[in-house]
């Protein structure tokens, strides 16, 4: 196959992407799936001389590529989880900082020292952040 076709005559013209696309329209959220299906193929075109043929890599060599495909998942998933976890334990600290806001200001004897306690607790979880 020409490189000079778009990527959606490859799709076309490729059984195997083309049963792809073709399940992939009946499922739900199907327009942001199939622009990553666009995108990987479009990548994959650019990458290599034609579009995945099953007839390309035997067994083992297409069990292989998928082994390092979904290592590669596993490390987005770890990052992603790091993430996550950060965001966690800052809603934690902020959740803190307003329960003390909250018992600051249940009773306010003096207005300026409850401004002041707040602006502290609220830099104080700035800098945290």
């Known amino acids: 196959m020409s490189n000079k076709m778009t990527t959606e005559e490859h799709i076309l013209a ?9 399940e ?14 666009d995108m990987q193929t479009a990548k994959g075109v650019a990458k290599y001389p034609e579009t995945v043929n099953p007839s390309s890599k035997n067994i083992v060599e297409w069990l292989q590529h998928r082994f390092e495909e979904d290592f590669d998942g596993l490390v987005y998933t770890a990052c992603a989880l790091e993430v996550v976890e950060d ?19 249940i009773t306010v004897a003096d207005y300026e020292e409850t401004i002041q306690n707040v602006r502290y607790i609220a830099k104080q979880g700035l800098e945290n952040a």
């Open 14 to 22: 490729n059984t195997v992407l083309r049963k792809i696309t073709d």
């Open 24 to 37: 992939l329209k009946q499922r739900p959220q199907a327009e942001r799936t199939l622009a990553v299906a």
């Open 87 to 105: 965001m966690q334990h800052r809603f934690n600290e902020m959740q803190t900082a307003l329960k003390l806001i909250l018992d600051d200001t």
